[in-house]
């Protein structure tokens, strides 16, 4: 079974502090795909950032960085001078390379930023 | 502008009545999905479809049904079999290979009267 764990229903933030969003995954692939979604109080997804497994090399998209760590199954999310608008749900998601292109959701992490 | 458009944005259903979500994308997208989503839950795929004319059940399909007759469009129906319809409904379609992002619709608010 693949499953995603978000273990932090909530969190918050200071503006223009540093926050960290956790996420582990349970797979027995090798091959596949890491993504953060944010989605805003308009409820539209927004792709923030994608890691592939194959690459150590952690992915960064401009104040969004991962520290991904395959062999504990970790992909967290860090967000540098967290910014008013960065106010929303971010879920976790994994896509393993033979499934179709099937996405696994965690159940997703609330960020508050207080000004 | 490419993007998914989703329809209607509010919808309410009578019990026992069939309601019909739309979903069209003009992304040129092979593949497209169904999710249902409810507080706490995250995202739960409902059906997805990686081809025209062909689609799959995900983890939740009971009382829904979808077709896919045109790459461009994936309508839900929710039937009078789904006990309890009530939830945000959000469609994605991806390239449908090597694992590209999905993009998403805007979403339907689904409620019951």
């Known amino acids: 079974a693949q499953t995603v764990t978000q273990s932090q229903p909530e969190m918050s933030v200071q503006e223009a502090e540093t926050v960290t969003l956790s996420c582990t995954y349970d797979t027995s692939e090798s091959d596949y795909y890491l993504f953060w979604y944010k989605q805003p109080p308009s409820r539209q997804m927004i792709l923030v950032i994608r890691?592939?497994?194959?690459?150590?090399q952690n992915a960064t998209e401009n104040r969004f960085s991962v520290n991904f760590q395959k062999a504990a199954k970790s992909f967290s999310l860090k967000i540098s001078d967290s910014q008013l608008g960065d106010a929303a749900m971010y879920f976790c998601a994994y896509s393993p390379i033979n499934t179709g292109n099937q996405f696994y959701f965690g159940t997703g992490t609330s960020l508050t930023v207080i000004p | 502008d490419g993007g998914i458009t989703q329809s209607p944005k509010y919808l309410f259903r009578k019990e026992g009545q069939n309601v019909t979500l739309s979903c069209e994308q003009n992304?040129?997208?092979?593949?497209m999905y169904w999710y249902r989503q409810d507080p706490g839950q995250g995202l739960r795929l409902i059906y997805y479809?990686?081809?025209?004319?062909?689609?799959q059940k995900g983890d939740i399909a009971e009382g829904y049904s979808v077709s896919r007759e045109k790459k461009e469009s994936f309508p839900l129906t929710v039937t009078s079999a789904q006990k309890n319809p009530t939830a945000f409904y959000l469609c994605?379609?991806?390239?449908?290979?090597?694992?590209?992002?999905?993009?998403f619709g805007d979403g339907t608010r689904l409620s019951i009267l």
């Open positions: 479809s990686q081809i025209v004319n062909d689609f």
């Open positions: 994605a379609s991806s390239m449908g290979r090597g694992n590209q992002p999905q993009h």
């Open positions: 992304l040129n997208h092979d593949a």
């Open positions: 890691q592939e497994a194959y690459k150590q």
